[in-house]
């Protein structure tokens, strides 16, 4: 069982505030961590009872899609978490480390 249209996705190596803040300068709306966790700079205790990472708890979104939302919205959400998860992560010592020793 779970809510129709919410949905979490996390991106390692990147801090979810960052994430949420850039989205937010494109005119997206999303959340960080669980609903539970709301609020909170730490990793959400949901996603690490769930077996999530630290890392991944880390960079987690929590999207809600609702009635109003379109095909529009969610390309549009998608292209802009493509550029701005690029832009982070070339940004993250801890990525460019990684992908160097890959």
């Given at each position: ?32 961590g669980s ?68």
């Open positions: 069982r779970r809510l129709p249209g919410n949905s979490n996705i996390s991106f390692k190596f990147i801090n979810g505030e960052d994430l949420l803040l850039n989205l937010d300068m494109n005119g997206v709306c999303v959340s960080t609903a539970c966790s709301s609020g909170s700079n730490s990793p959400s205790h949901v996603l690490l009872a769930i077996g999530l990472s630290e890392d991944f708890a880390k960079g987690s979104l929590r999207i809600t899609f609702g009635r109003e939302n379109t095909k529009e919205d969610v390309d549009y959400l998608i292209e802009a978490l493509i550029k701005i998860v690029n832009k982070l992560r070339n940004m993250s010592s801890e990525y460019l480390e990684f992908v160097k020793n890959k």
